[in-house]
């Protein structure tokens, strides 16, 4: 098959789902709900945040940002997808394609510095009480997420830099309902190592240095919380940490799953079924898990609420 040079090929073709059509009015019935379900709730955390002067402390600080990102993260993916669904076609411009995949890079990699840092804050506040109010200052707190934002805009940006060397050839196939680095990587006609390389520098600067900052920081917290006498207390530092681990467990789990999926399996709608996974489900349950579990931020959520009805 001849190759041609980037600059010539317009557009790629997106074949992550079946051509029935009649399975893509069912698919389009199902991630719509989920799509819209995800933004209303983390739009709606957002507002209780913003809105409620108790909540403006570094924990919910950071959880206003997840959920800023996660409609981000669901929004690069899932929203190209419904369009194409609801059209009947699979089409996705070449350009197109590498601004989903920059996003993609860049929200996902926001995504695992959040989890890190909450669970870091958590760990402050279980293990360092009394620090807590001089070590997570506000100050600190925005410093650390504008400095994640430029470091993860340049690493995206430099992969994006690397996909442009690449050749592909005419009517490019990609096995994917979105624009997936590894899955363009397989289909280039060029040399690949390069970015390879790169990638997997990126992999473990996204998944292995976090997993381990969140293993330590959680090792640490278990270990206080094994020193505690009081059972209240130790109730309370677990109703604290549990949505940050129930979190931390499913991004990181269906993550992983993704990448083990690719790597292992052959069959592409098991790797879809997990793409689907880490991209959709488990956006949509992040503002689920943490409106259960925190009391916080259920009653700011009803005073919300009360604010609303009352309006005229």
């Known amino acids: 098959m001849e190759a041609e040079n980037h600059t010539e090929l317009s557009e790629f073709l997106l074949f992550g789902f079946s051509e029935n059509s009649d399975l893509h009015r069912l698919l389009f019935g199902l991630f719509l709900p989920m799509y819209l379900f995800m933004v209303l709730g983390n739009l709606l955390i957002i507002l209780a945040i913003t809105c409620d002067s108790h909540l403006h402390i570094p924990m919910y600080f950071f959880l206003s940002k997840l959920s800023f990102v996660g409609i981000c993260f669901i929004s690069t993916t899932v929203s190209k997808m419904l369009v194409n669904i609801r059209a009947q076609r699979k089409d996705i411009s070449y350009i197109g394609c590498l601004v989903q995949m920059y996003f993609l890079m ?16 958590c760990f402050v506040a279980i293990c360092h009480p009394l620090h807590y109010t001089v070590i997570m200052i506000s100050h600190l707190c925005a410093l650390l997420f504008l400095m994640s934002w430029f470091i993860i805009c340049w690493a995206s940006l430099l992969q994006i830099l690397l996909m442009k060397r690449l050749t592909f050839s005419t009517g490019t ?23 390879n390389l790169f990638l997997y520098v990126a992999a473990a600067r996204l998944w292995v240095f976090p997993v381990i900052g969140i293993l330590f920081y959680y090792y640490h ?80 959520l009803g005073r919300l609420f009360s604010r609303a009805a009352s309006c005229p």
């Open 106 to 121: 860049f929200f996902a990699g926001v995504d695992n510095f959040l989890l890190t840092v909450m669970v870091y804050d």
């Open 173 to 195: 196939k990609i096995l994917h309902f979105f624009c997936n680095l590894a899955q363009l990587l397989k289909v280039a006609c060029s040399d690949t190592l390069i970015n």
């Open 221 to 300: 917290i278990v270990s206080s919380l094994m020193k505690m006498s009081s059972i209240a207390g130790k109730y309370k530092a677990f109703y604290t940490c549990g949505s940050q681990l129930s979190i931390a467990s499913l991004y990181y789990g269906t993550g992983l799953g993704d990448y083990v999926g690719y790597a292992l399996t052959h069959s592409s709608q098991r790797r879809l079924i997990t793409s689907v996974m880490y991209t959709v489900v488990t956006p949509m349950l992040n503002p689920f898990i943490y409106s259960l579990r925190k009391k916080d931020l259920k009653r700011a």
